[in-house]
């Protein structure tokens, strides 16, 4: 699913919301997490997950193909584990699809 198809999905069971209406909502929803996540903050979501920032030090890596030394500079990264309610939802859901 990408942006365009939850925008799609959200008009759709919601029939008083044009299309222009659900992209809105969306990109308020996504914006709003991006910027707290850029000031610092940590971003949770009761039964879906939460979002977290964190620094990954510099270090020395290593080229695939040549096999030579690279540093790798330190970077922010962001880290999304699933809440417990999600994980269920999902296993129960792979399972169905195992079983059936």
């Known amino acids: ?8 999905m959200i008009s759709t069971e919601h029939s008083e919301l044009r ?3 659900a992209d809105r909502l969306v990109r308020t929803v996504f914006d709003t997490i991006a910027a ?3 000031a610092g903050g940590r971003v949770e979501l009761r039964g879906f997950g939460s979002f977290d920032v964190k620094q990954r030090p510099a270090r020395t890596g290593r080229n695939p193909r040549t096999g030579s030394a690279v540093l790798v500079k330190e970077k922010t990264v962001v880290f999304f584990r699933a809440g417990a309610d999600l994980r269920e939802r999902v296993n129960a859901g792979a399972k ?4 059936g």
């Open 1 to 8: 699913m990408n942006r365009s198809d939850l925008i799609n």
């Open 19 to 21: 299309n222009a209406d």
């Open 36 to 38: 707290h996540l850029v």
């Open 96 to 99: 169905a699809d195992l079983q």
